[in-house]
């Protein structure tokens, strides 16, 4: 069982879309689970029916569905780091580096979660990955945690192969359902042009990560 688990991941959704299942598999365990947030989502997608919405508004919007995703998900606690959304690529890696080795320090983790670096798509995603990996690269090797990388982008088997970590999460899919619900402003329309998601299928059910080698 492992001690405590760690996200780090740019927005609000990236947790549950990633490793939903996978997460709600272990805090229903009783491990106890960090979740390192990189910005408010505030430039997301969509922004919702009404020509009104500012970026503020999407930001206290997308605050108050991923405090009920966490809640789903069973995610105790929730840091976020406040960078301007799809700006984290032009941060300095070190500082945002140094804000996130700073709580796993705290919290220790035993396995964190991040996106593998150049095989995320979106350069938020690369961006938060590298610096995640850069945090862990520093500590002793035998200090480090385990990393899963989440890898999304189309060509990422050919490079790297087969992800080692392949894991049926379909026990938890209703409730990464749940969760994925919960991110309304980026995924009720999606849902609705889908109708009745088959828990079943791959995206619900199947999860999969690379063992980050160091
Ligand atoms: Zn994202």
């Given amino acids: 069982m492992e001690r405590h688990i760690l996200a780090v991941f740019p927005h609000p959704d990236d947790e549950t879309f990633s490793s939903g299942g996978f997460i709600s598999s272990q805090t229903s365990q009783g491990v106890p689970m960090t979740y390192i947030c990189a910005t408010y989502g505030e430039m997301g997608r969509n922004m919702g029916v009404s020509i009104h919405t500012t970026r503020e508004t999407t930001k206290?919007?997308?605050?108050?569905?991923?405090?009920?995703?966490?809640?789903?998900?069973?995610?105790?606690?929730?840091?976020?780091?406040g960078y301007r959304d799809k700006t984290l690529?032009?941060?300095?890696?070190?500082?945002?580096?140094?804000?996130?080795?700073?709580?796993?320090?705290?919290?220790?983790?035993?396995?964190?979660?991040?996106?593998?670096?150049?095989?995320a798509v979106h350069p938020d995603h690369d961006a938060c990955g590298a610096a995640t990996i850069h945090a862990v690269s520093q500590m002793k090797p035998e200090e480090r945690p385990t990393v899963y990388a989440v890898a999304i982008s189309t060509d990422y088997e050919k490079v790297l192969g087969k992800p080692?970590?392949?894991?049926?999460?379909?026990?938890?899919?209703?409730?990464?359902?749940?969760?994925?619900?919960?991110?309304?402003?980026?995924?009720e329309a999606m849902l609705a042009a889908m109708g009745a998601p088959d828990l079943s299928k791959k995206w619900l059910s199947i999860e999969q990560f690379y063992t980050y080698k160091f």
């Fill in 60 to 81: 206290v919007i997308r605050k108050k569905e991923l405090q009920d995703a966490c809640e789903i998900l069973g995610i105790e606690t929730l840091h976020y780091l």
């Fill in 89 to 119: 690529e032009f941060e300095d890696i070190e500082e945002v580096s140094a804000r996130i080795k700073e709580v796993i320090d705290q919290v220790k983790p035993s396995l964190i979660l991040t996106f593998y670096p150049g095989y």
């Fill in 164 to 187: 080692d970590v392949v894991l049926d999460v379909a026990a938890f899919s209703e409730n990464k359902l749940e969760a994925i619900k919960a991110h309304a402003s980026q995924t």
